[in-house]
């Protein structure tokens, strides 16, 4: 697979700017399981990248997620509250079906380096 022209983090002053994270294996495949396998990995690709940039989930600001179906928000949620804690970030959650082939989720975040 073709490493697209991105990058997994960017920092502007104390922020840190993650790119989508999709719920790919460390093989780079979208991980089978249905949304809730998905929304794991997702976050926990998350997590691994926001760990690279120097912070860890209570240092995230602000979340945007992306659902191909509205229905996967219960399950979105259960894994959510597993990696952050309240004050919970501010979050958008948005419906696409354009995502990446079998991808269910992707999610980016804006952290806070503390």
């Known amino acids: 697979m073709a490493r697209p022209p991105l990058s997994p983090a960017r920092t502007a002053g104390d922020l840190i700017f993650t790119s989508g994270q999709l719920a790919r294996g460390d093989d780079g495949a979208i991980v089978a399981g249905g949304i809730e396998a998905q929304a794991e990995r997702a976050l926990a690709n998350l997590v691994t990248v926001l760990v690279e940039a120097g912070c860890v989930p209570?240092?995230?600001?602000?979340?945007?997620?992306?659902?191909?179906?509205p229905s996967y928000g219960a399950a979105?949620?259960?894994?959510?509250?597993?990696?952050?804690?309240?004050?919970?970030p501010a979050r958008s959650t948005v419906v696409s079906a354009l995502l990446a082939p079998d991808a269910l989720i992707e999610v980016e975040a804006i952290a806070v380096r503390r």
Do not use: H, M, Q, S
């Open 76 to 88: 979105f949620n259960a894994a959510y509250v597993r990696i952050f804690g309240e004050p919970w």
């Open 58 to 69: 209570a240092d995230v600001v602000k979340v945007t997620a992306w659902l191909t179906d």
